[in-house]
């Protein structure tokens, strides 16, 4: 599953349910250009490129949700540490529960008691298991 | 005080605790912050806590890190998300025993706001009348028109500057009488135009924006612009610089800083120098046109149409990877009136300490121009470009104070105008190239202090080559297209 789409984008960067996107058209060489470029300043050698849990998730991304429907993250795959840092910070966390507040022209969901905006490109990077809406508003996040 | 007086300390998983202890054990040096925060930061990957540990550990460093990398390489996950999750059990466990939630909370008119303004409908006509209320009639009408009214024709025209010039007029020297006052002096330009013209404005700009910062809504606006922004190679993020933009572009150039990769400060930058007019201008510029409507349409669309595709451009061409647009939306509240004023007067304060000392550099600047002859020679170098703008000569001292006081050049216009030597075809040329023109002196430095002087310099050429292209070639189109302004 790492190599899927791994050295392209972290847009393609796979997942069960996704599929691998491939890189094509006008344009192709300049973005690649600027990808190494930006892979090279944002990544620590030795770490894994933003993504947890590292080995295997199942689920669909946050974007094949409707609105009002919900369900539990379980990864998150954002191709560099930074920005997984970021997102862990704003509360998305493998174990809580997420509801789709909107989906246009940004996503916006509901994290405990916390609204949250992601533009698409972070939306798919963020795995969901599709539950129905738990009586609590916010549970703890699962045990390991 | 009998109970809930038990001192919480939060621990994470054993096998994390295990790895923190290990590393504060090895942590001798002083800190700013406890050992335990220390080794935690380490093991998350925090690059500032590495270099002070390198800085305070000495011939130890190596060890530490050697432990850090160690530690890491046996657990199966980035430490950062391990440490994360521990501490959203923690939190939630705290949670589950001491807070209550409604069972069925209603949703209040500050929630139903609160969708409302991240909808496109009716979250845009929202925007449109923020902006027209927020900065058209507050900023523009209230302080650029009303404020600076009374500040400068009342007060410094009517009393403090003739009240300098008499004085002066006492002097023996005139180099001195034209330094303090008379037409470019300390007092009569330079102060002048910091408390009269740029205080009230930004004064009424701060406001403005510390109301819509602290009610909740600024999150809201970023989030319904991020798709037009990423057209131009940004997200939005920076909607926050490009506003404070239309107030002052210095702020706003050192209001980049917040954005999140190297290669969106200096597209924010490139923007905010090219073709994002700040308060002083464009009080002026809609003055100047406003006679002529069709003109001023004219003049907005090309900025606009400008800004998209060379942002466009620009998007395409600085290298780096598009960075990801998330952000917390705050529920919509009403702001509270002593912290709304507190961050206004800061931000004044702010703003006047750092500004004045500028303003009145710049009129030290056209003094010792004017007295030098250096003005002359620069007038005589741009006459052949104004020349090929359309332009009459007289412009060509617009263009050269415009780099002083970016108003100013707008304002030059304006006695241009009534003085029957621009037509309004010229006028609307010479609004767009003046917009486009590089920014003021101070925004130049800033420039050059936030971005460094290569990218500083690399931006202010291709700023002046883009605004005469770009002014050239409307000149020649309204020639051959050529419709009644």
Same mark, same amino acid.
């Not at chain 2, 521990?86 to 001491?98: I, K, M």
């Not at chain 2, 807070?99 to 845009?124: A, D, F, N, Q």
């Not at chain 2, 009342?154 to 009240?163: A, W």
């Given at each position: 599953m790492r ?17 691998c996107?491939q890189?094509?058209g $006008?344009g192709?060489r ?7 470029w930006?892979?090279r300043?944002?990544k620590?050698a030795?770490?894994e490129?933003?993504?947890v ?7 669909v $991304?946050l ?7 919900g369900?539990r993250?379980?990864g ?9 840092q970021r997102?862990?910070a704003?509360?998305l966390v $493998?174990?809580?529960w997420?509801e789709?507040?909107q989906?246009?022209p940004?996503y916006?969901?509901?994290v ?8 698409l490109d972070?939306?798919r990077?963020v795995?969901?298991a599709?539950?129905?809406l738990p009586?609590?508003?916010s549970p703890?996040p699962?045990?390991? | 005080m009998?109970t ?5 300390r939060?621990? &994470? ?5 295990g790895a923190?202890?290990?590393?504060s054990?090895l942590?001798?040096?002083s800190?700013?912050?406890a050992?335990r925060a220390m080794a935690l930061?380490?093991l998350?990957?925090d690059?500032e806590a590495g ?14 890190? +050697?432990?850090?990398e ?8 980035p ?12 939190a939630?466990?705290?949670?589950q025993?001491?807070?209550v939630r409604?069972h ?6 500050g929630t139903r706001?609160?969708?409302w303004?991240?909808?496109? *409908?009716p979250?845009i006509p929202i ?6 209320f ?15 009214g ?5 007060l410094?025209e009517?009393?403090?500057n003739p009240l ?5 007029a006492?002097l023996? *020297?005139?180099w001195?009488?034209e ?5 470019y002096g300390?007092?009569?330009l330079?102060l002048r135009?910091?408390?009269a013209?740029?205080?009230p404005i930004?004064g009424?700009f ?11 809504y600024l999150?809201?606006l ?7 922004l990423?057209?131009?190679g940004?997200?939005?993020?920076a ?5 404070l933009?239309?107030g002052c ?5 050192v209001?980049t800083?917040?954005l999140?990769s190297?290669r969106?400060?200096l ?6 120098a090219?073709?994002?007019?700040c308060?002083?201008q ?6 100047v &046109? ?6 001023l349409?004219? *003049? ?11 942002g466009? &451009?620009?998007?395409r061409?600085v ?7 998330y952000?917390?939306?705050p529920?919509?509240r009403?702001?509270r009136?002593?912290n709304?004023l507190?961050?206004?007067f800061a931000r ?8 004045l000392p500028?303003?009145l550099?710049v009129?030290?600047?056209?003094w010792?121009?004017r007295?030098?002859?250096?003005f ?9 470009f104004?020349a090929a ?5 007289e412009?060509?001292?617009?263009f050269?104070y415009g780099?002083?006081?970016?108003d100013?050049g707008?304002a ?6 009534s003085?029957g030597?621009?037509s309004?075809?010229q006028?609307l040329?010479a ?6 023109f590089?920014?003021?002196v101070?925004?130049a430095?800033v420039?050059f202090r936030e971005?460094g002087p +290569?990218?500083a310099?690399?931006?202010?050429s291709l700023?002046l080559?883009l ?19």
């Amino acid at each position: 599953m790492r190599g899927c789409g791994q050295g392209r984008s972290r847009r393609g960067s796979g997942g069960p349910g996704f599929g691998c996107r491939q890189w094509g058209g $006008p344009g192709l060489r300049l973005r690649g250009w600027r990808w190494r470029w930006g892979r090279r300043a944002g990544k620590r050698a030795g770490e894994e490129g933003g993504r947890v849990p590292v080995a295997g998730q199942a689920g669909v $991304p946050l974007v094949s949700l409707v609105e009002g429907t919900g369900g539990r993250v379980i990864g998150l795959d954002t191709g560099d540490p930074l920005r997984l840092q970021r997102l862990l910070a704003l509360g998305l966390v $493998p174990g809580v529960w997420v509801e789709v507040v909107q989906r246009f022209p940004c996503y916006v969901v509901q994290v405990g008691l916390t609204q949250v905006a992601l533009d698409l490109d972070t939306a798919r990077g963020v795995y969901v298991a599709p539950e129905p809406l738990p009586a609590e508003p916010s549970p703890p996040p699962a045990q390991p | 005080m009998t109970t809930s007086s038990v001192p919480v300390r939060p621990t &994470l998983p054993p096998e994390l605790e295990g790895a923190v202890e290990q590393v504060s054990s090895l942590l001798k040096g002083s800190y700013p912050l406890a050992p335990r925060a220390m080794a935690l930061l380490l093991l998350a990957g925090d690059g500032e806590a590495g270099s002070l540990v390198r800085q305070r550990e000495g011939s130890a460093a190596e060890e530490i890190k +050697r432990v850090v990398e160690q530690i890491r390489s046996q657990f199966g996950e980035p430490l950062n998300y391990l440490i994360m999750r521990g501490y959203y059990q923690v939190a939630a466990e705290l949670a589950q025993g001491t807070v209550v939630r409604p069972h069925s909370p209603l949703r209040s008119w500050g929630t139903r706001l609160g969708e409302w303004t991240m909808r496109p *409908w009716p979250g845009i006509p929202i925007l449109l009348l923020v902006l027209y209320f927020g900065f058209y009639q507050a900023v523009g009408r209230f302080g650029a028109g009303w404020l600076v009214g009374y500040l400068e024709e009342d007060l410094f025209e009517g009393l403090i500057n003739p009240l300098v010039n008499a004085w002066v007029a006492a002097l023996p *020297w005139s180099w001195l009488r034209e330094l303090i006052g008379l037409d470019y002096g300390v007092i009569t330009l330079g102060l002048r135009y910091a408390v009269a013209i740029i205080l009230p404005i930004v004064g009424v700009f701060f406001l403005v924006f510390s109301l819509l910062e602290d009610s909740g809504y600024l999150p809201r606006l970023a989030l319904l612009a991020d798709r037009a922004l990423k057209l131009v190679g940004l997200n939005g993020r920076a909607i926050i610089p490009l506003i404070l933009g239309l107030g002052c572009g210095t702020m706003a150039t050192v209001v980049t800083r917040t954005l999140e990769s190297s290669r969106e400060k200096l597209i924010a930058t490139f923007l905010l120098a090219l073709a994002v007019p700040c308060s002083a201008q464009l009080g002026v510029i809609m003055a100047v &046109l406003s006679p002529y409507p069709r003109a001023l349409l004219l *003049w907005g669309a090309v900025v606009v149409l400008v800004m998209l595709v060379v942002g466009h &451009l620009s998007a395409r061409l600085v290298p780096g990877d598009h960075s990801g647009f998330y952000l917390e939306i705050p529920p919509i509240r009403w702001p509270r009136p002593g912290n709304v004023l507190t961050k206004t007067f800061a931000r004044m304060r702010w703003y006047f300490i750092e500004i004045l000392p500028l303003f009145l550099l710049v009129s030290v600047l056209i003094w010792a121009g004017r007295l030098s002859g250096v003005f002359d020679l620069a007038l005589r170098v741009l006459t052949p470009f104004t020349a090929a703008l359309g332009l009459p000569p007289e412009a060509a001292a617009v263009f050269l104070y415009g780099f002083f006081r970016r108003d100013y050049g707008v304002a030059g216009l304006y006695d241009l105008v009534s003085g029957g030597i621009l037509s309004p075809k010229q006028l609307l040329v010479a609004a767009v190239t003046l917009t486009l023109f590089v920014p003021c002196v101070a925004q130049a430095t800033v420039m050059f202090r936030e971005r460094g002087p +290569r990218a500083a310099l690399a931006i202010l050429s291709l700023v002046l080559a883009l605004a005469f292209g770009l002014g050239y070639l409307l000149n020649r189109l309204l020639a051959i297209w050529g419709p009644a302004l």
